[in-house]
Every structure is written in C-alpha cells, then in structure tokens.
C-alpha cells in the first residue's frame, strides 16, 4: 500500500523560510516522479512542482526563484523548500503521485505578514 506523508509545515512571517518533506513508502520511490501541490482557502487546488525521477524540476511561476524541489533516494523522501515566501503562499500543502493518483493528507503553511 502506498503512503505519502508531509511534514514541515507551520507559521512563517513573510520573507522567511520552510522546508516541507513528502516520505514514501510501499513503492518504489525511484522509478515516480512526483509533484507538490497546494490549495488555499476558496481557490482549487494547484501544481506547484514537479519532479521527475531522473531529478528534472519543474515550477509555477509564482514561485520560481524562490521555491526548490528536490528528493533523496535512500530516504524515500522529497522535499520542497521555500524561501522568501510571501502571505499569497498560505496554502495547505500536498504531495502527490500522478501515475496511481496517490495523495498525502496535506501539511498547513500559513504566512504571516
């Protein structure tokens, strides 16, 4: 059975920093690539990022330049580090396996201003 499971979500002022981990299990973790999401209050859910399993990124362009995917393998974890963020970031953050439409139950990021 797979299972993603974020972590690293919290309260942030603006301009600062995050780091969110997605951690898989029950599949093999190399072969997938993988993609974060968030949704906000009132709005539909939106891709954020993406990474494939060869390590290629790809980004929204509101977040371009300040948030950075990357995974490690002999963890099974992928990660998404924000940086500079701004109150429009306030989301509730998925991973998400697009191949098998797996989903992780979401972390909370809330920006302060």
């Known amino acids: 059975q797979v299972q993603l499971v974020e972590s690293g979500g919290g309260l942030v002022q603006t301009g600062g920093s995050l780091r969110l981990s997605c951690s898989v299990s029950?599949?093999?973790?190399?072969?997938?690539?993988i993609n974060w999401h968030r949704q906000a209050p009132g709005h539909q859910r939106e891709l954020v990022a993406t990474?494939?399993?060869?390590?290629?990124?790809t980004y929204v362009d509101s977040v371009k330049g300040r948030f950075t995917v990357s995974r490690d393998y002999a963890k099974n974890t992928v990660y998404l580090q924000m940086n500079n963020v701004k109150v429009e970031d306030t989301a509730v953050y998925y991973c998400?396996?697009?191949?098998?439409?797996?989903w992780g139950q979401g972390t909370q990021v809330t920006v302060s201003s």
């Open positions: 029950g599949m093999i973790f190399s072969r997938r690539s």
């Open positions: 990474i494939s399993p060869g390590g290629a990124t």
């Open positions: 998400h396996l697009p191949q098998i439409g797996a």
